[in-house]
C-alpha cells in the first residue's frame, strides 16, 4: 500500500496541482468578491452610506471564528499568483528580453506603491487603535479612513490586508522576471 502511494506521487506532474490550486483559489477569490459586493450593494441599498471591504472584513468565511473573508481573499490572491507564475514560467522565459525589462520596471513601481501602501495604511490602522483604547473602544473591524474620497471611506484592515497582499505579489513578480534573465546569462567562471 504504502509502495503504491509512492509511486502514485511520483507519477503525478506537479503542473497539475498547481492547476487545482489554481482553480480553486480562483473561485474562492470569485466567491468573495462576489459576497463583499452583493452585501455592499444591499447595505448601501438600505442606509446610502459604502464603506470599502467592510462587509468581507466583519463575516467569516464558514462560522464565527474561522477566520474573515478579508484574511481569505489576501491568502487566496497570493497563492492564485503563485499558481499563475508556477504554470506559466515557461511563456515568461520566452518573452523578448525588452518586454521583461518593461516588466521588470512596472513590477519595481507596483512595489513602490505596495509598500508606501501597506505601511501608511498599519500606521493610521495602529494609530486608530491606540486612539480607541485610551477611549475604552476595542472594535478593531470598524476602524475606516475617509481617503482617499470621504464620501467612500475604505476599512483599514482590509487595506491593510490587501496591500500587504499586493506587496507580495509584485516582489515575487520582480523575482520571477529577473530569474528569469539570469537562467538566460551565461556566466564564465575565471580560471586561476
Known amino acids: 500500500m504504502n509502495n503504491t502511494l509512492t509511486n502514485f506521487f511520483h507519477s503525478v506532474d506537479s503542473r497539475y496541482v498547481y492547476i487545482v490550486f489554481f482553480y480553486f483559489s480562483a473561485f474562492m477569490m470569485l466567491y468573495i468578491t462576489i459576497f463583499g459586493m452583493y452585501w ?11 464603506n470599502i471591504g467592510e462587509t468581507i472584513v466583519k463575516n467569516d468565511l ?6 474573515k473573508l478579508v484574511t481569505y481573499l489576501a491568502i487566496f490572491s497570493v497563492i492564485t ?20 525589462s518593461v516588466l521588470s520596471v512596472l513590477s519595481i513601481i507596483l512595489i513602490v506603491v505596495a509598500a508606501y501602501e501597506f505601511t501608511y495604511n498599519f500606521t ?8 480607541n483604547t485610551i477611549n475604552n473602544s476595542l472594535n478593531f473591524d470598524e476602524i475606516n479612513i475617509s481617503y482617499p474620497n470621504p464620501e467612500t471611506p475604505w476599512n483599514l484592515v482590509f487595506a491593510t490586508k490587501m496591500t500587504l ?5 509584485s516582489c515575487h513578480a520582480f523575482y520571477m522576471i529577473h530569474r528569469s534573465d539570469k537562467k538566460e546569462s551565461v ?4 580560471q586561476s
Open 81 to 100: 499568483w503563485f499558481c499563475v507564475t508556477k504554470i506559466g514560467y515557461s511563456r515568461v522565459q520566452n518573452t523578448p528580453k525588452i518586454v521583461r
Open 165 to 169: 497582499a499586493a506587496l507580495i505579489i
Open 187 to 190: 556566466y564564465v567562471k575565471k
Open 124 to 131: 493610521v490602522w495602529g494609530s486608530l487603535i491606540t486612539v
Open 40 to 50: 455592499s450593494w444591499v447595505e448601501y441599498d438600505k442606509t446610502g452610506a459604502l
Open 62 to 67: 464558514i462560522f464565527d471564528g474561522s477566520g
